[in-house]
């Protein structure tokens, strides 16, 4: 009840690339009576797809507290940081493989009804990104 598994697939139509990921999240506090917040811990791997001239990886790592209201509603907010391995493929130019750490915070909601989640989370880091989520919940 405290280990959540997850894969992800992502493609940007109008471009040539996507993601494949899959991570893990632990729950270290649940929320209850004498327990205000939630405490997550989660785990990810994610590897870039369709580049041909680049092999990037990433590993991430991030703690979040969320609450969650009327059993159908969870505001969250978090810090986590990326280790960002990304090293090129290509005969074409001779370019440096390149690790780099990237911290960021994040705050968002989800609303569940049902077996389906409905999510909005904004990240601030070394990018600025807003995130729409659709899940099935098990």
Avoid: C
């Avoid at 992800?8 to 205000?36: C, D, F, H, I, K």
């Avoid at 001239?53 to 590993?59: L, N």
């Amino acid at each position: 009840d405290r280990l959540d598994l997850g894969a992800y697939y992502t493609r940007n139509p109008n471009a040539n690339y996507g993601w494949l990921g899959v991570e893990a999240r632990y729950g270290l506090l649940r929320q209850s009576e004498t327990m205000p917040i939630s405490l997550m811990l989660r785990g990810a791997y994610t590897k870039t797809l369709y580049v041909a001239d680049m092999d990037m990886h990433t590993a991430t790592y991030d703690v979040s507290a969320g609450r969650t209201f009327w059993n159908r509603v969870t505001a969250y907010a978090g810090w986590g940081n990326d280790a960002v391995l990304a090293r090129e493929t290509s005969d074409a130019v001779h370019l440096k493989t390149e690790l780099v750490p990237v911290s960021r915070a994040f705050a968002g909601v989800q609303a569940r009804l049902w077996h389906l989640a409905l999510g909005v989370e904004r990240e601030v880091g070394a990018l600025t990104r807003t995130q729409v989520q659709l899940a099935m919940v098990w």
